[in-house]
């Protein structure tokens, strides 16, 4: 009988000392969607618990968080985030742990499975994908322009008439501007060996410049192009569905980001200190099985090979989407798109010199970016 205790009392306490696994899912559009995620994955893993993260904090929640070691055992993220939180041993490898080699590679965008390498090993699986597209306001201007040079043309007729060119931009998307303008100008971010930052020759000094003209006018709220008060931005095809949604009346219009293509893939990972490693990867391969119905639920596209225009005005974007191509293969890109060239273009809008400002990035960058490769 005391043998009989004994071992429910353990039983109680390994059932209290293994908690649920914790997930963090992006947060969808509406809460609908929201309802029927959390009800999926419950009918996988009963006892798994789910946060919603808005996706434009998910790098930072995510960050802040394996720093302080919370960081939930299964997360959706951005796919770019992965060479950092490779090199700082946060991803679990999947190569061989969540049936990746069951899924044949040409059911996976080719571009989407890229994204979610480090070093030749698998340490994510791609859900869903977009492409980066430059939005145009109808109401404002009536066709969207065709170069960088005529982008800034109409700016400056859009600054004569008194309205904004371009909403208030994120700093991505203001590095994503700049590189648009560089690739037109025939530069790139890196040299072909992919071991120096090369943005700060001549044609990045034009790029900056065109980015200047661009911006220095524009509008101070996020959402000003949905508004009506400006006529261009930087969207993804699920952004502007967002906007559809926020502002029906808004015909914006997507089209190519002047020949550059900048895939957005977001990707399900497992924490490599995760205490349920066994069952968190079977979340994370419950999920990438169910990413044709996640991409419905997210208004985004799947990211299998097969993609298929969401909406009718989209099907010029299927092109692109196809073409696009993952952020460069390094670590520390993050930091460069998100606070490096960034600060080069706020100085430059402040009037600094052009070529001092993306010197002082290249210079500044070159020490966090060179830890490693995805391949």
């Given at each position: 009988?005391?043998?009989?205790?004994?071992?429910?009392m353990?039983?109680?306490c390994?059932?209290?000392?293994?908690?649920?696994p914790?997930?963090?899912c992006?947060?969808?559009n509406?809460?609908?969607?929201?309802t029927e995620?959390?009800?999926?994955?419950r009918e996988?893993?009963?006892?798994?618990?789910?946060?919603?993260?808005?996706?434009?904090?998910i790098s930072?929640?995510?960050?802040?968080?394996?720093?302080?070691?919370?960081?939930?055992?299964?997360?959706?993220?951005?796919?770019?985030?992965i060479?950092?939180?490779?090199?700082?041993?946060?991803?679990?490898d999947?190569?061989?742990?969540?049936?990746?080699?069951?899924?044949?590679?040409?059911?996976?965008?080719?571009?989407?499975?890229?994204?979610?390498?480090?070093?030749g090993?698998?340490?994510?699986?791609?859900?869903?994908?977009?492409?980066?597209?430059?939005a145009?306001n109808?109401?404002?201007?009536?066709?969207?322009?065709?170069?960088?040079?005529e982008?800034?043309?109409?700016?400056?007729?859009?600054?004569?008439?008194?309205?904004a060119?371009f909403?208030?931009?994120a700093?991505?998307k203001?590095?994503?501007?700049?590189?648009a303008?560089?690739?037109?100008n025939?530069?790139?971010?890196l040299?072909a060996?992919?071991?120096?930052?090369?943005?700060s020759?001549?044609?990045g000094?034009?790029a900056?410049d065109?980015?200047?003209?661009?911006?220095?006018?524009?509008?101070?709220?996020?959402?000003?192009?949905?508004?009506?008060?400006?006529?261009?931005?930087?969207l993804?095809?699920?952004?502007?569905?967002?906007?559809s949604?926020?502002?029906?009346?808004?015909?914006?219009?997507?089209?190519?980001?002047?020949?550059?293509n900048?895939?957005?893939?977001?990707?399900?990972?497992?924490?490599?200190?995760?205490a349920?490693?066994?069952?968190?990867?079977?979340?994370?391969?419950?999920?990438?099985?169910?990413?044709?119905?996640?991409?419905?639920?997210?208004?985004s596209?799947?990211?299998?090979?097969?993609?298929?225009?969401?909406?009718?005005?989209?099907?010029?974007?299927?092109?692109?989407?196809?073409?696009?191509k993952?952020a460069?293969d390094?670590?520390?890109?993050?930091t460069?798109?998100?606070?490096?060239?960034?600060?080069?273009?706020d100085?430059?809008?402040?009037?600094?010199?052009?070529?001092?400002?993306?010197?002082?990035?290249?210079?500044?960058?070159?020490?966090?970016?060179?830890k490693?490769?995805?391949?």
């Open positions: 009988m005391l043998g009989l205790i004994f071992s429910t353990l039983m109680g390994a059932k209290e000392d293994d908690p649920a914790r997930i963090w992006i947060q969808p509406n809460s609908t969607a929201e995620i959390r009800q999926m994955v996988f893993d009963a006892v798994a618990y789910i946060s919603f993260v808005p996706v434009e904090d930072a929640r995510l960050s802040e968080a394996f720093e302080l070691g919370t960081a939930p055992d299964v997360f959706m993220f951005d796919a770019d985030m060479p950092d939180l490779s090199e700082e041993k946060q991803l679990d999947l190569t061989n742990r969540i049936g990746v080699s069951k899924i044949k590679t040409d059911e996976l965008n080719e571009s989407a499975r890229r994204a979610c390498l480090y070093q090993k698998t340490m994510a699986v791609p859900l869903f994908t977009d492409v980066y597209m430059l145009t109808r109401a404002i201007v009536s066709m969207p322009p065709q170069s960088f040079d982008l800034i043309g109409v700016c400056a007729d859009l600054k004569d008439k008194k309205l060119g909403e208030k931009l700093p991505a203001q590095s994503l501007l700049y590189e303008a560089l690739t037109e025939g530069g790139k971010m040299n060996a992919k071991t120096k930052l090369t943005f020759d001549s044609r000094i034009n900056l065109g980015c200047v003209q661009v911006l220095k006018d524009a509008a101070n709220e996020s959402d000003a192009m949905g508004n009506e008060k400006a006529a261009f931005s930087v993804t095809t699920s952004e502007r569905r967002m906007y949604e926020k502002y029906p009346d808004a015909e914006i219009e997507l089209t190519p980001l002047f020949g550059f900048r895939l957005q893939t977001f990707a399900v990972g497992v924490n490599a200190s995760s349920h490693r066994t069952r968190a990867f079977g979340i994370a391969e419950f999920l990438q099985g169910k990413s044709d119905k996640l991409a419905v639920l997210y208004k596209y799947s990211a299998k090979k097969d993609v298929k225009p969401i909406m009718q005005q989209d099907e010029h974007v299927i092109s692109n989407l196809l073409q696009a993952p460069p390094l670590c520390g890109f993050g460069l798109e998100q606070t490096y060239l960034p600060t080069a273009i100085k430059a809008l402040k009037g600094v010199n052009s070529a001092d400002c993306l010197a002082e990035a290249a210079q500044d960058a070159s020490a966090v970016i060179w490693g490769k995805r391949e």
